[in-house]
């Protein structure tokens, strides 16, 4: 059960890096083709890739806090 729960884990960890990557790529190539867009707006053009990084992490730490227990877990099984 608890391998299942780790490999579930290694997953959403995986899933939240390449959606935040997706994010980040998405961003940059639409700043380089509408660059007019983002010069309306007071912030930066990158806020929205810091904002999405600040709640993808929160996750993530998460994730990667229970995996942690998880590893300590599974190594005092054996």
Known sequence: MLKKLNGILNILICS????????????????????????????????VILYYGIFTIVPLIIAIIIKLFLWRKLKQKK
């Not at 997706?22 to 190539?29: A, M, R, W």
């Open 16 to 47: 939240f890096i390449g959606a935040f990557a997706g994010h980040v790529i998405y961003v940059c190539l639409d700043y380089r083709t509408h660059p007019g867009l983002y010069d309306m707006q007071s912030a930066p053009w990158y806020t």
